[in-house]
């Protein structure tokens, strides 16, 4: 059975290693509001910022370009930098919407992108950064899924934007929202693929 | 405010507080979770008249940047009266002396229970807009506030509450209203963690004894059992969204 948990709730009346959690007097407590299920997976947090990994794909905008230097605004609050290597032809002017994948997370919050593309026409949306996994799926199914049965060309950042072209935009982009806010009940993969084939007749 | 008042009102009619209330009885509370959602974090809370809006923006980039430090985060929180919050107009609603006070103890409080340590080089805002007071607006926000910190995912070590104690004549009462907060002998905002009891906030106005401070003490740890309840309570129900029950959001 898995439980919310809030901030400061006991976890266990001894000192376990649980993600998320924290051991204090002998004693474990929650420190997000996150999903619990008593097992060994950690609690799951519900909120909370990105946190740049090293292989995330992002998608972001050129918001700079300087010395053959690209700026990405990855909505994050850090600087993100795309520094071309010496076989890299970049050639991405402000205002190019890209996907690229975290080489290396500096000292002072700067993100490094390597393998970056440009992403040509389409729509960006907005999710919170959390949920990202879970419209993703697992071994990609919901995401595949929800591109095959709308016909849409899709490709999630990690840090929570999603650019979508083609096919059935506005279903496509209603199923996500609709995963977004429901990310945290069970059997969802079955109810998203309801929800689109009812839809898409 | 303590100090003898020429027109001070009658605060106990028949045994019973100006507003009917027994002694050891908090005013209604309702708190809802998450109702902004451009914010990272906020609540709304309905306490007695009081309405009260905490926002949380972060983590992000510090401003200015001298300010940043490389080992923690910067806790950053405003309390602001809406200048038409209270019965007298409160005049421009910018910072007062009044309203820096109640920032700085309230920043205090969560930069106590905030795991600062895992955002270095950054900075979380906390706002708190009182839309309409009633007395006892610090604590209701900090209540507030710390629901709102939880949905913005921030990691934090505690859910912490707040409510006042005061005095009139010989006897405690808690949580006052604007009249009692006015007119009363004595009047105690406390903060509390309630894991271990920790006290983050203790200020007072007016005189008590020292058995009537621990008395003080005893009923808000009684009180905040209930708030705390009603805290985790609305965090639950802002997730408790079940699979076939979608229209609740």
Known sequence: MRNIVTPGELIAPAPVM???AYIEGGKTYSK????????????????????????????????????????????????????????????????????????????????????????????????????????????????????????????????????????????????????????????LTETIKLFLETKSV | MGGPSVNKPELVINGKRVDGREFNELRKIKITASPLVNASGSAYIEWGNNKILAGVYGPREVNPRHLADSTKAVLKCRYSMATFSSLSEHGRSGPNRRATEISKVIKEVFENVIMLNEYPDSQIDLFIEVLQADGGTRTAG????????????????????????????????????????????????????????????????????????????????????????????????????MPGNTDKQ
């Not at chain 1, 026409?121 to 879970?134: D, E």
């Not at chain 2, 005061?166 to 006015?182: H, Y």
């Not at chain 2, 920790?198 to 740890?221: H, N």
């Open chain 1, 18 to 20: 649980v993600k998320n």
């Open chain 1, 32 to 187: 997000v509001l996150g999903m619990y299920d008593g097992a060994g997976r950690g609690i799951i947090p519900l909120e909370g910022a990105w946190c740049p990994t090293p292989e995330d794909t992002v998608v972001g905008m050129i918001s700079e370009v300087k010395n053959k230097v690209y700026v990405a605004d990855l909505s994050y609050f850090g600087r993100s930098l795309i520094v071309p290597g010496k076989y890299d032809e970049y050639n991405f002017s402000e205002g190019d919407i890209i996907a690229a994948k975290i080489k290396d997370v500096e000292s002072r919050r700067t993100v490094i992108l390597k393998e970056a593309e440009l992403l040509e026409g389409g729509t960006l949306i907005r999710v919170k950064p959390k949920k990202v996994l879970r419209i993703i799926g697992k071994k990609d199914t919901m995401i595949s899924q929800i591109a095959a049965l709308t016909k849409t060309q899709i490709v999630v950042g990690m840090n929570g934007i999603i650019w979508l072209r083609g096919g059935n935009l506005a279903l496509a982009t209603e199923a996500i929202f609709r995963v977004e806010r429901e990310a945290h009940t069970s059997g």
């Open chain 2, 142 to 241: 900090i209540t507030a506030a710390a629901v709102a910190l939880a949905t913005s995912g921030i990691p934090m070590r505690d859910l912490v509450y707040a409510v006042s104690v005061g005095r009139i004549g010989e006897r405690l009462a808690i949580d006052f209203n604007m009249i009692e907060d006015n007119y009363s002998d004595s009047d105690m905002p406390i903060a509390i963690a309630p894991r271990n009891g920790e006290v983050l906030l203790l200020q007072m106005d007016g005189e008590m004894t020292k058995a009537q401070v621990s008395e003080a003490m005893d009923m808000a740890i009684g009180a905040g059992k209930t708030i705390s309840a009603i805290q985790r309570e609305a965090l639950r129900e802002a997730y408790a969204l």
